[in-house]
């Protein structure tokens, strides 16, 4: 079938027109203010990281960066709110490999669908972390602690961000590979298990380096074990998770996504701010701070990343015998 000669003209302009709408659209992006949505509690690195990022972007862009605690339900409240948000790069979530790599496979019925829902953007940092315990807890080693749970079933207690989280699944690796006993006590976020354990509240959690350092200087907590297989050069005489035969491999990293079926052009200009943004002076001394590694890959770098980490991660959980059930209320 032929088209009249007098249609072709302004068919030809409205391909055209089509294919230059996105590289302009993220031209001007953006021209309103944004918000990220952190899932956990405000007061903890997730949340200030996102602070201190928003703060850089505000600077470099001109608009108003807002950070939004939505904290609960294992990570689920705020990444509900981040899925359900328009797709125009206009809202972003930070968060952690709990939200999108654990609770997928830890809960059935889940308001959003990990992968179809939210579009990877970039990984920010990768974190260094501790087991804790309490000054007061009656344990100094990590030793110490598997031969008193053992002989003291369920006393000591070990304070998670809930189920499914980074210190949770530890905790269920460490009773599995050592013979552990040890009571969880599930918080919303780390804002919360951490005060709880400076108070003597809990016995033990998981903690980043950067945050821990001025409270073991402080002898508030003291140093179990490091979590990996390199030991610390802050703490270079605390063994490592692995070399205690309790290290299960995962990895803890911070990252961006954004809601599905946003534009392709303005994912390429969220990562070009993101990963700008790591770069500048106060962004780079927060990583110092807290000792995080920076990285500010790129979208489809961290697209196949996720591939490689939930496939390791889905082994640890069938490890564990682990299977999705109910999703928190």
Known sequence: ??????????????????????????????VKPMRIIVPYGAGGVTDLLARVLGASIAE????????????????????????????????????????????PLLFADLPYDAVRDFAPVTVLGWSSMLVVANANAPISTFKEMVAYSKSNPGKLNWGTW?????????????????????????????????PALFAGQ??????????????VKSGKIKVLAVMGKERSSYFPDVPTLAEEGADPGLTVYFCIFA???????????????????????????????????????????????????RAIVGKVFTALGIKPGAAPP
């Open 202 to 215: 809990i016995d033990l959690t998981v903690t980043g380096i950067g945050f821990a350092l001025p409270f």
């Open 259 to 309: 809601p599905a079926k946003t534009p392709p052009a303005i994912i390429e200009r969220l990562n070009a701010e993101f990963a700008k943004a790591i770069r500048t002076p106060k962004v780079q001394d927060f990583y110092r701070t807290y000792t995080l590694r920076a990285e500010g890959n790129s979208a489809a770098e961290f697209a196949e990343f996720l591939k490689a980490d």
């Open 60 to 103: 470099s862009t001109g608009q108003q960066v807002t950070v939004e605690p939505r904290p609960g339900g294992s990570s689920i409240i705020g990444m509900s709110a981040c899925a359900k948000a328009a797709p125009d790069g206009y809202t972003v979530c930070l968060t952690v490999p709990d939200s999108l790599t654990n609770n």
């Open 162 to 194: 809930g189920p499914a989280s980074t210190p949770d699944i530890y905790l269920r690796w460490i009773e599995r590979q050592a013979g552990a006993q040890i009571t969880t006590i599930p918080y919303s976020s780390a804002a919360q298990a951490n």
């Open 1 to 30: 079938m032929r088209f009249p000669e007098k249609i072709a003209v302004p068919v030809a302009i409205v391909f055209l027109m089509l294919a230059a709408a996105q590289p302009a659209r993220a031209q001007s992006f953006p």
